[in-house]
């Protein structure tokens, strides 16, 4: 069975620097043509995606946010990582991990999300 | 930056059709993928590469593609498909984008 889960901290204070863990089961990110990829959601808004990460360590970010935001894998843990500097309560939202299998090029299975506040 | 348009509503009586559009200049040379969303919930993969369904995905799910328009059509549609409904696809640079999101209302 494929899990993903997210975790990280549920409040961070503007100007921080945000670092989320998505730690996953039932699949290896070293399987050649496998990615992970984080995905955000503010309250009540659209989904924006992020960044994501294939099983070569390729990086591919968001045009919009990518000065701002690193991915990184460790295959050994079944994690991935990302962080997010100079945080700003535009940024408080569900962020969300999810898998994308090489034959489907999709995000075919998600986390439950976790949400984050940016709050002084 | 690239851009995904879905109609912001879709309202559909139990058992009629539901259609909900994508519109995007890279449309027809890259695929499209659906998400249903309840709310709550995570998305989940309805539809991928245009018109491919998952196994477990109810057959009244299917999606086509005409130029720079994708449709996401649910037959015979249950009060269970409530939910918000996303494209999704990707650009030439490697990045992916999400639609603005459809809310499908059943009466």
């Known amino acids: 069975q494929v899990t993903l889960r997210e975790s990280g901290p549920a409040l961070v204070k503007p100007t921080q620097t945000l670092t989320l863990t998505c730690t996953f089961s039932?699949?290896?990110?070293?399987?050649?043509?496998?990615?992970v990829s984080w995905v955000r959601q503010p309250p009540g808004k659209a989904l924006e995606w992020l960044a994501l990460?294939?099983?070569?360590?390729?990086?591919y970010y968001s045009t919009s946010l990518k000065t701002r935001l690193t991915i990184s894998k460790d295959t050994s843990k079944n994690q991935v990582v990302l962080t997010m500097t100079n945080m700003d309560p535009v940024d408080t939202a569900t962020y969300y991990c999810a898998r994308m299998p090489g034959n489907l090029d999709a995000f075919d299975i998600w986390g439950q999300g976790t949400m984050v506040t940016v709050s002084s | 930056s690239y851009e995904l348009t879905q109609p912001p509503s879709v309202s559909v009586s139990p058992g009629q059709t539901a259609r909900i559009t994508c519109s995007g200049d890279a449309l027809p040379k890259q695929y499209a993928y659906w998400y249903q969303q309840k709310p709550g919930q995570a998305p989940v993969l309805v539809i991928y590469k245009d018109s491919e369904r998952p196994s477990g995905i109810p057959e009244r799910f299917s999606g086509s593609s005409s130029g720079t328009t994708v449709t996401l059509t649910i037959s015979g549609v249950q009060a269970e498909d409530e939910a918000d409904y996303y494209c999704?696809?990707?650009?030439?640079?490697?990045?992916?984008?999400f639609g603005t999101g459809t809310k499908v209302t059943v009466l």
């Open positions: 999704q696809s990707a650009d030439s640079s490697g990045s992916y984008v």
């Open positions: 990460i294939d099983w070569d360590d390729d990086k």
């Open positions: 039932g699949f290896s990110l070293s399987t050649s043509g496998m990615c």
